[in-house]
């Protein structure tokens, strides 16, 4: 059990520590998403809340909770986090981070996904790793913009790839090349990602695949379930 879990946050960090090059050379969104200490703000034991939901026209739709807790550590630097990521059949499952700072849904939205579009495909999901991987890093669109979280505007950066466009292979999955990625980070919100959404468009009256990850709030670990 030890090695499949350590082979498993292998693959997941593949999309943080596969560039290894100097400090400077990693783009803005790689540095927002996986080099910003998200966490700082939380005081343990604390909760994130998400929903998931999944439309569109591809496959029947589905709504899901996501939550990450975020645990002191005895005698140790702060903090472990932990992941539910859906629940039931659907539930992806990552180990725990210990000494987090990142924030590990944003991992656990990834790795879902290339899970999904390997199923869908049949592709390699290294190769969907490596597409989106060198998206972020040469071909993130940035936009900064107000978003309402909790009744209240905040200020809010969306980092947007689609990886498959200019793809030379999209044809090996054409139905979903025109996939397109946004992450939605605020330092004013609790834990710093507000949202994900991916989206596949469809005909004009609906989406081929949409996916959306949305902040709910955040709780005491003990009143959180």
């Not at 498993?8 to 560039?19: E, G, H, Y």
């Not at 990552?94 to 000494?99: A, D, H, N």
């Amino acid at each position: 059990m030890r090695r499949l879990f350590r082979t498993a946050l292998a693959a997941v960090l593949t999309l943080q520590l596969s560039l290894v090059c100097a400090a400077d050379e990693f783009s803005a969104a790689e540095r927002a998403l996986f080099m910003t200490d998200h966490l700082a703000a939380l005081r343990p034991p604390a909760r994130l809340q998400y929903t998931f939901r999944k439309s569109g026209t591809l496959e029947a739709g589905f709504e899901d909770r996501v939550a990450v807790a975020w645990q002191a550590r005895s005698g140790a630097a702060c903090c472990t986090a932990s992941t539910e990521f859906l629940g039931g059949a659907r539930r992806v499952s990552l180990p725990e981070i210990e000494s987090a700072q990142g924030n590990p849904v944003i991992l656990h939205f990834l790795e879902r996904d290339i899970r999904e579009m390997q199923r869908i495909t049949r592709g390699k999901p290294n190769y969907f790793r490596k597409r989106i991987r060198m998206a972020l890093y040469q071909g993130a669109t940035i936009r900064n913009l107000s978003i309402i979280y909790l009744g209240r505007s905040v200020a809010a950066s969306e980092f947007s790839i689609a990886p498959y466009v200019d793809d030379p292979l999209r044809a090996r999955f054409e139905k979903l090349a025109s996939k397109s990625y946004v992450f939605t980070l605020s330092s004013d919100v609790p834990g710093g990602v507000a949202g994900i959404r991916t989206l596949v468009a469809g005909d004009a009256t609906a989406p081929l695949l949409r996916e959306d990850l949305t902040l709910d709030g955040v709780a005491p670990a003990d009143l959180a379930h």
